[in-house]
């Protein structure tokens, strides 16, 4: 059963971890008490057997080997490979937990879209979800040892009311040397689609979301079978598992107390006989090596692996309860408490200002005002917003912006020559006719005009450039 303490850390207080390392279930201890104690009981032997059986060649020749092993002991990189492995093991870890295929989703969106109230209807929603179940179960009997020892045998799963017995021979009627997970999932596709032709499913949208989430359902019951079948690689265990053990066996010879060296005898020598920092390394790093054997495989029969029947027993439960006895089954539609009152009392927790920023209650002296002025100085309105850069053209653009120029000041002027002539009455003529006359001689000089200015301007151009590309040739 997975071991919670969330409780006992909702509030940070000094030492607040320490109260949960007195706990037995779950820890480090009952994890390592077996390895450390081996460990402890070599450690004694060789110090015995240096200190009184052996003579003082043999002696001689134990502190030569006993520094050999404690100077390349230290070589192994035991940080780094532990630390890369646990954080490996324990991705997979989460992503297992992920992968969980719960039916909230899948049957909320039974319990929407499958309408009816007659026993028909009510019988293919707790059908679906039933299908939906059974898939998830025999997944989990595939890969947790906890849920292949409550359903041994797939009677076992009938005799649950998972299945029916016409549903376990069509199960066992269909040959495939594959797992079968998926058919159950196959029935509820099948199911759905005889749904929506009875007009029990109002329209296609409705099936289509149903189907989403079946293959969503399906999809995390697959990832679960491949995370059990493809698992971190060997040769990366071994490794790790290797250096682990092979770095205390050296420490066995090599953090001995011996003799020191003639060279060293005039440093401070403390003969610990128990090695008290030999023993806090050997409970961290086999310890980390132990966490990575804890997370590696979830489903099994640890004290922190996941609770996989529970999860069932409570899945098929919850489920039934929405799809049946919750259909349609809604309270009264009633005012609430707040209808007319706009501001919502808290009466359950203390009276707190509102957080409206961090800046809101900020106290801004005249000093600050005038430090920030004479860092970013305001623009005059007159300035604002900034005059845009000024883009480089070509002499060509230049001749046909000084057309344009032209051609619109000789327009303003022949409009107000127009205005002129226009308040000169005309015998012959009425004043209607007189201004469309004058409108469009205007127009056709102001064409022409224009027309010669930008054929001049652009032969020009063209003269100009073409004496530049001589010149740069030359």
């Not at 989430?213 to 995390?220: A, D, F, Q, S, V």
């Not at 002539?421 to 064409?447: F, G, L, R, W, Y």
């Amino acid at each position: 059963m997975t071991v919670s303490y969330t409780l006992e850390v909702a509030n940070a207080r000094f030492a607040g971890f320490t109260k949960l390392l007195l706990r037995w279930r779950g820890s480090i201890y009952k994890l390592l008490y077996k390895e450390f104690l081996v460990f402890c009981l070599l450690y004694g032997l060789f110090s015995v057997v240096y200190r009184c059986v052996l003579s003082e060649v043999q002696q001689e020749l134990f502190e030569r080997a006993a520094r050999h092993c404690n100077k390349f002991a230290k070589l192994i990189p035991m940080s780094f490979v532990l630390g890369f492995y646990i954080s490996t093991a324990f991705q997979r870890w989460w992503g297992q937990y992920t992968s969980f295929p719960l039916p909230d989703n899948l049957m909320m969106v039974v319990s929407g879209n499958v309408h009816g109230v007659d026993e028909r209807g009510r019988m293919m929603r707790r059908t679906l979800m039933r299908y939906a179940n059974l898939s998830s179960v025999l997944i989990l009997r595939s890969i947790s040892t906890r849920v292949r020892k409550r359903f041994r045998t797939l009677e076992d799963i009938v005799e649950a009311g998972f299945m029916t017995e016409e549903e376990l021979k069509a199960l066992n009627h269909l040959h495939s040397d594959f797992n079968k997970y998926w058919m159950p999932l196959t029935w509820f596709a099948n199911l759905a689609s005889r749904a929506r032709e009875e007009g029990r499913v109002k329209d296609d949208i409705a099936l289509r979301l149903l189907m989403d989430e079946l293959n969503n359902y399906r999809g995390k019951c697959s990832m679960l079978f491949h995370y059990d079948w493809i698992s971190i690689p060997l040769v990366y265990t071994q490794v790790v598992t290797i250096a682990v053990y092979s770095f205390f066996a050296f420490c066995l010879i090599g953090r001995q107390f011996v003799r020191p060296e003639k060279v060293d005898e005039h440093k401070v020598h403390v003969d610990l006989y128990v090695p008290v920092f030999t023993l806090l390394e050997f409970f961290f790093y086999a310890g980390w090596l132990k966490v990575g054997e804890l997370i590696i495989n979830p489903f099994g029969e640890d004290d922190d692996d996941f609770e996989t029947n529970q999860l069932i027993d409570r899945n098929i439960q919850v489920s039934m309860l929405a799809v049946d006895d919750m259909h349609q089954n809604l309270p009264p539609l009633q005012k609430d408490k707040y209808w007319t009152d706009k501001a919502l009392s808290r009466a359950f927790t203390p009276a707190r200002p509102v957080f409206m920023g961090s800046t809101y209650d900020m106290r801004v002296t005249d000093e600050d005002v005038e430090d920030v002025m004479a860092d970013y100085p305001m623009l005059p309105v007159s300035v604002w917003p900034p005059a845009a850069r000024k883009q480089k053209i070509s002499r060509g653009a230049k001749r046909l912006c000084c057309c344009s120029k032209h051609a619109a000041s000789d327009q303003n002027t022949h409009e107000k020559e127009a205005e002129r002539i226009n308040m000169i009455p005309d015998k012959t003529h009425s004043p209607a006719q007189c201004e469309d006359t004058v409108q469009t001689q205007t127009q056709t000089q102001e064409q022409e005009q224009t027309q010669t200015q930008c054929v001049l301007a652009l032969e020009q151009s063209d003269e100009d450039q073409h004496t530049d590309h001589h010149s740069s040739d030359h």
